[in-house]
């Protein structure tokens, strides 16, 4: 064995060992107990047993907070998306100036950073409960991921197209309507799809907190202990999520030959 793979063996040694101890200091920190998961497996098994069999017959009560689920997140995902695209179109370098290129990805990465669940919190204090706030903060919630996906998108744009049409004397509305839109459209349609499936898994959380809709029946039927109940609720956030996610790969097929993002 020549002495460099002495020293890469003795390397990659010393990083499994350091990998150990982090991993063990981390399990330490979080109060990792094998006897507590041990036994807390057989509990859990023994709640999932209280939620069987299901309360069919409340399955007609949770039609309206599962149709109030799918607007709030609809809404939230035009909402969003529209704001978004304005914010893209601040925050592309090959439209805005390098000012307000910053102050938009500012704007971005700083929603980038809150969580949802803590948008939610702080509008329904300030809003009370209900759908509005969940709205609301889906909505915000939307800048972030579609605001960089649509400017990431706008730079990608051919510059030799935009050139041209910028020398016979368009405007930059003009540019944005005939060559930026047409070009990055199929995108934008495809990321926005994306983002409603999101938002259905994230309107359920949100509504656990306040925002209505089937998340909050979830909680509800949890708090009274009428698992049965919860567990019908589950099943039709299940029905949602399976059915958004059928629903927006097929769009996206129909849109992109590929039915991939771009």
């Known amino acids: 064995m020549t002495t460099l793979q ?26 990792v107990d ?5 036994s807390g497996i057989f509990e859990g098994f023994q709640f999932i047993q209280e939620l069987f069999p299901p309360d069919f017959g409340a399955l007609g009560e949770m039609l309206y907070p599962a149709f109030e689920t799918v607007l709030i997140a609809l809404l939230a995902t035009i909402l969003g998306a529209l704001i978004s695209l304005l914010l893209a179109f601040g925050g592309a370098a090959n439209l805005a100036p390098a000012w307000l290129k910053f102050v938009s990805r500012f704007i971005m990465v700083a929603e980038r950073a809150l969580p949802e669940i803590v948008i939610i919190l702080l509008l329904v204090a300030a809003l009370g409960l209900g759908a509005f706030p969940g709205v609301v903060a889906l909505a915000i919630g939307c800048l972030g991921m579609l605001g960089r996906l649509f400017a990431d998108a706008i730079e990608e744009v051919n510059p030799k197209t935009m050139e041209a049409v910028t020398s016979v004397g368009a405007s930059k509305m003009q540019i944005i309507q005939y060559v930026v839109l047409p070009e990055v ?19 359920v959380l949100l509504g656990a907190v306040g925002a209505g809709g089937i998340g909050y029946e979830i909680f509800y039927s949890f708090q009274l202990l009428e698992y049965e109940r919860a567990s019908t609720a589950i099943l039709v956030v299940l029905f949602l999520v399976f059915s958004s996610e059928r629903l927006s790969d097929y769009l ?8 991939k993002l771009k």
């Open 34 to 38: 094998y006897r507590i998961f041990k």
């Open 252 to 259: 996206r097929k129909k849109i992109l030959p590929t039915g």
């Open 185 to 203: 459209m199929p995108s934008l349609i495809s990321n926005v799809l994306f983002r409603f499936e999101v938002n259905i898994r994230l309107s």
């Open 6 to 31: 002495r020293q890469k063996t003795l390397g990659k040694i010393l990083s499994f060992i350091a990998f150990c101890i982090l991993v063990y200091y981390a399990a330490k920190l979080c109060r």
